[in-house]
C-alpha cells in the first residue's frame, strides 16, 4: 500500500465539549478502516453511554476501561469515579446489558511507586510525564488500550481505535496497535491521530484552566 491521506480534526479547547465530535470522527475512521473494537477510557460511564448511541448501528466490540473506585475535584465538590461504585450501578448495568466489555484497572503508568512522589523521576513517571506533552487525551488513549490487551479483551498488535480525554469527557481519538505492558517500549503504535485538542492543559485542577471547556453539570447531579 502505497501513501495515505485522511484527516484529523484538531480541537480549540481540551474536555467536554468535544466529546460528540470526537466520537463522529472515531465512528467514520471505524469505518473507513474496517475495524471492530473500539477503546473507550470513562470514569463515570458517560462517555460510555455517549458511544452506545453513535455505534449504534456499527458492528464493534466496545471496551470501557475505567478508573478504581474514587473521587476527583469539582467546582462544586468530589466527583466519585469508577463504574464499581454504587452511584453507577444503573449505568453500568446498561452497559452490560448491551454487550459493552468493562475493565476496571491501574494506570499502568502509575504504579506503587509513584506513592512515593508522583513527580519523582522513576520509570513510569518520566513516560507519563512525557506523553503529557501530547496531551491528557493522548496519554490516557494510549494507556486505556494497554489496559485492554493486559486484561484480554484486546490482542496484543491488533489495530484498534482508543478514545480518551481531559479531565471529563472525551477530546482524543487514536488508532493504535497496543501491547501488552512490558513490551510497550518494544512494539506499540499509534498507527494515527484521528482527533486531538491543538492545545493542552498545564495546571490543575483542569475545568479551571483557560485551554479547558465542558458542562460539568451532569458529573455533579449524583
Known sequence: MGDVERPTLYFQYCGEINTEKTLLAARNRCKALGLTKVIVASETGRSALRVLDVFK??????????????????????IPIGLSRSEYSETRETLISNGVKIVQSTRPFAPPSRSLDWNAPTPEAIIDKT???????TKIAIEAAIIAVDSGEVREGEDVISCAGTFKGLDTALCVRPT??????KSFEIR?????????VQELPEHEHKN???????YLSQ
Request: hydrophobic share 45%.
Open 131 to 137: 506523553l503529557e506533552v501530547f496531551g491528557a487525551g
Open 57 to 78: 448501528d456499527l458492528d464493534i466490540v466496545l471496551i470501557v476501561v475505567t478508573h478504581y473506585p474514587a473521587s476527583t475535584w469539582g467546582p462544586k465538590g468530589r
Open 180 to 185: 501488552y505492558t512490558m513490551n510497550f517500549f
Open 192 to 200: 494515527e491521530i484521528i482527533a486531538r485538542p491543538l492545545c493542552r
Open 212 to 218: 479547558w471547556k465542558g458542562n460539568l453539570d451532569q
